[in-house]
C-alpha cells in the first residue's frame, strides 16, 4: 500500500472511531478535531457513508449507524 493510501484508512478509521465515542459530531467538529481541511473530512465520510458505518440525520451532522464493526 502506498504511504499516501496508508494514512488515508488510518485517518478513515480515527474518524470512525471519534463519531462513535462522541454519538452525534457536526462536519466542523471533525475539521478541528483533525486539522484537515473540510473537503478531506468530506471524502473520508463519503467512504464511512458508502460502507454503511456512519449516517447524516441533518446536514453537517453525523453518526455512527448500528452496523457491528471489527476494529483492530
Given at each position: 500500500m502506498s504511504?499516501?493510501?496508508?494514512?488515508?484508512l488510518?485517518?478513515?478509521?480515527?474518524l470512525y472511531l471519534f463519531i462513535r465515542k462522541k454519538g452525534t459530531v457536526t462536519t466542523r467538529e471533525?475539521?478541528?478535531?483533525?486539522?484537515?481541511?473540510?473537503?478531506?473530512?468530506?471524502?473520508d465520510l463519503n467512504v464511512l457513508s458508502y460502507n454503511n458505518l456512519v449516517t447524516s440525520p441533518a446536514r453537517g451532522i453525523w453518526e455512527t449507524?448500528?452496523?457491528?464493526?471489527k476494529v483492530s
Open positions: 504511504p499516501s493510501t496508508d494514512r488515508m488510518n485517518r478513515v478509521k480515527a471533525l475539521v478541528e478535531e483533525f486539522g484537515t481541511t473540510q473537503r478531506t473530512i468530506q471524502r449507524t448500528t452496523k457491528k464493526v
